[in-house]
C-alpha cells in the first residue's frame, strides 16, 4: 500500500507561485509513476502533470506548460509541483497520485491519492 500525504496549498494572487508537496511512504517506487491532478468545483479531475520516479521523466499538459514543473526527491520520497505565474484559471483542489507500472495522463488508471489540498487564486 502507498500512502500520500499533501501539502502546501493555500491563497494566493495571480501572478504569484505556490510549492505542494506530496510525501509518499508504504513501498518503493522504483517502479511507479507519479502524478498530480486537480479538480474544480462543479467540474471533472484533470490532467496536471506527471513524472517517472527513476528517470524524471515529464508530462505535462499544456494549460501549465511553462509555468509548473514536476520534481521528485527521491531521498525524501517526495514529490513537488513548484507552480508559477498563477491564474484564477488554477484555483482547484489538487490531488498527488501514484501509479504502477507505466506512465499515465488519466486519473482514473491511478490507484494511490492523496487527500488533496486547495489552492486558490484570486484575480
Known amino acids: 500500500q502507498v500512502q500520500l500525504v499533501e501539502s502546501g496549498g493555500g491563497l494566493v494572487q495571480a501572478g504569484g507561485s505556490l510549492r505542494l508537496s506530496c510525501k509518499a511512504s508504504?513501498?518503493?517506487?522504483?517502479?511507479?509513476?507519479m502524478g498530480w491532478f486537480r479538480q474544480a468545483p462543479g467540474k471533472e479531475r484533470e490532467f496536471v502533470a506527471t513524472?517517472?520516479?527513476?528517470?524524471?521523466?515529464?508530462v505535462y499538459a499544456d494549460s501549465v506548460k511553462g509555468r509548473f514543473t514536476i520534481s521528485r526527491d527521491n531521498a525524501k520520497n517526495t514529490l513537488y509541483l513548484q507552480m508559477n505565474s498563477l491564474k484564477p484559471e488554477d484555483t482547484a483542489v489538487y490531488y498527488c497520485?501514484?501509479?504502477?507500472?507505466?506512465?499515465?495522463?488519466?486519473?482514473?488508471?491511478?490507484?494511490?491519492w492523496g487527500q488533496g489540498t486547495q489552492v486558490t487564486v484570486s484575480s
Open positions: 497520485a501514484a501509479r504502477y507500472g507505466s506512465s499515465s495522463t488519466r486519473s482514473s488508471e491511478y490507484r494511490y
Open positions: 513524472i517517472s520516479w527513476v528517470g524524471g521523466t515529464t
Open positions: 508504504g513501498r518503493t517506487f522504483s517502479s511507479y509513476f
